[in-house]
């Protein structure tokens, strides 16, 4: 089974708007970190958002929050307030077992002005 | 300035002609990593090392060999590379594999085996 799903290969949003990234996760570890890198077309991998599974709020960073349903197993990723420079690849990992570290497929997002 | 320096950035090679690409962190970061970004895969982890002479594998190992001699180095190495590891390559680093410490990355080596 996948460890990390995301559904979505591509999407667009108007710049302003609001938009969610889905993410799914598979893991019988208890102790569980999630989180959200952004990949530009340059190509550099950009920490945006963590969330731990033992963390009871959802994580928040500036226009970035995490929707976390721990019974449902998703970690979505909501971007406030598109901008042009939010245009980019988008990856959900999941760290487990402390060491390892598993990735979605990512989402493209376009953001249209 | 904290980084991660991987080395080369780009290669084009021959199958079977070993390589190694070397990856150097200046944090003192006790967890390095390297991945392997192939389009509609996103990244997968090759192996990782917890410190100096820990090292474990991740999810695709197969074809590669790693090493940590040093804390700040964490090179990959292809010993009889195959087209098939034509790829996009990352190495990470991060304090520790616990907790919210995200990974900070190298910049990548795209390598491509002919």
């Known amino acids: 089974a996948q460890k990390i799903t995301q559904t979505q290969p591509g999407m667009f949003v108007q710049e302003k708007e609001a938009v969610t990234l889905d993410c799914t996760y598979d893991?019988?570890?208890?102790?569980?970190?999630l989180f959200w890198y952004k990949q530009p077309s340059s190509g550099e991998m950009i920490f945006l958002i963590y969330?731990?599974?033992?963390?009871?709020q959802n994580a928040t960073e500036g226009r970035y929050s995490l929707n976390f349903q721990k019974a449902r197993k998703s970690a979505n990723l909501v971007i406030s307030a598109s901008q042009l420079g939010d245009s980019a690849m988008y990856f959900c990992?999941?760290?487990?077992?402390?060491?390892?570290?598993?990735f979605g497929s990512g989402t493209k997002l376009n953001v249209k002005p | 300035e904290a980084q991660v320096t991987q080395n080369p950035r780009y290669l084009i090679t021959v199958t079977g002609k070993k390589l190694t690409v070397t990856c150097s962190q200046n944090m003192n970061h006790e967890y390095m990593s390297w991945y392997r970004q192939d389009p509609g895969l996103g990244l997968r982890q090759i192996y990782y090392?917890?410190?100096?002479?820990?090292?474990d594998k991740g999810d695709v190992p197969e074809g590669y060999k790693v090493s940590r001699k040093e804390k700040r180095n964490f090179p990959l190495i292809l010993e009889s590379p195959s087209p098939n590891q034509t790829s996009l390559y990352f190495c990470a680093s991060s304090p520790q594999g616990l907790g919210n410490q995200p990974q900070h990355f190298g910049d990548g080596t795209r390598l491509s085996i002919l």
């Open positions: 990992a999941m760290r487990e077992n402390f060491n390892k570290f598993y």
């Open positions: 893991t019988s570890d208890p102790s569980y970190g």
């Open positions: 969330q731990g599974s033992y963390d009871q």
């Open positions: 090392s917890m410190n100096v002479e820990v090292t």
